[in-house]
C-alpha cells in the first residue's frame, strides 16, 4: 500500500475524516497531523467544489461531529473553517472540547450514533472490552479501529491511557449515567 502524503511531501495523512456541506453530498478527506484537512486528490480540502453559503461539517471516525453555525462561500479559491479556534461560532450547544486553547471535536463515539454513553444499553465503553477479547480487560489490540477513542493506535480497556476513560471524561466525568449528544442537525 502506498503512504498518503501532503501535496509539498513533508507530512504524513494522520486519519481520514468526512467532510461536508449541508447542501451537497459528503466526500472523504484526509487530516494532516497539524489538523489540516486535505482533499483525496491531494489538493486543498474542497477547493474544487463551487457552491456558495452553506454551513461546513467535519464528522471523524469515534468523534461527534461539529458543524460551522454560520455558512460558508465556497468558490473556486480554497475556503477556510477553522473549528479548532473559539471564534468560530458552532451549531448547536457544547459542539467542541477545549483541550489547551484549542477546540477539538469530542471523542468517544464507539458506537457510530452520535451519542456518547458510559452506561445502559448502547453505550460507548463495552465494545472497548470486547475489541480487546471481552474477558481480560488487561488486554490491548493494536491498529486504527473506532474502539481507539485516545487515537494512540493501541485499544486499551483498562491500565493507564486506556481508551475507556474517554467515554467517561467526555459525558462529564462525575455522573457515568449522563450522556453527551452531537451537534448536528
Not at 459528503?26 to 453559503?53: H, V
Not at 479501529?145 to 493501541?154: A, F, P, S, W, Y
Amino acid at each position: 500500500m502506498d503512504t498518503l502524503i501532503s501535496p509539498d511531501a513533508t507530512a504524513p495523512i494522520s486519519r481520514t475524516v468526512l467532510t461536508a456541506f449541508c447542501t451537497m453530498a459528503s466526500w472523504a478527506e484526509y487530516s494532516l497531523p497539524n489538523s489540516s484537512i486535505l482533499a483525496m486528490a491531494g489538493s486543498a480540502a474542497s477547493s474544487s467544489y463551487s457552491r456558495s453559503n452553506t454551513p461546513g461539517a467535519v464528522r471523524h471516525r469515534n468523534h461527534l461531529g461539529v458543524m460551522s453555525a454560520n455558512t460558508q462561500s465556497l468558490t473556486t479559491t480554497t475556503t477556510m473553517l477553522d473549528l479548532t479556534t473559539g471564534g468560530t461560532p458552532t451549531w448547536g450547544t457544547d459542539a467542541r472540547k477545549p483541550v489547551n486553547g484549542v477546540q477539538v471535536m469530542w471523542t468517544g463515539n464507539t458506537r457510530p450514533d452520535a451519542i456518547l454513553r458510559y452506561t445502559g444499553s448502547n453505550n460507548d465503553r463495552d465494545p472497548i472490552l470486547v475489541a480487546v477479547g471481552g474477558s481480560v480487560p488487561t488486554a490491548t489490540l493494536a491498529g486504527y479501529r473506532i474502539e481507539d477513542t485516545n487515537l494512540d493506535g493501541l485499544v486499551k480497556y483498562a491500565g493507564s491511557a486506556n481508551d475507556r476513560d474517554m467515554v467517561l471524561v467526555n459525558i462529564g466525568g462525575a455522573i457515568p449515567t449522563s450522556t453527551r449528544t452531537q451537534q448536528l442537525p
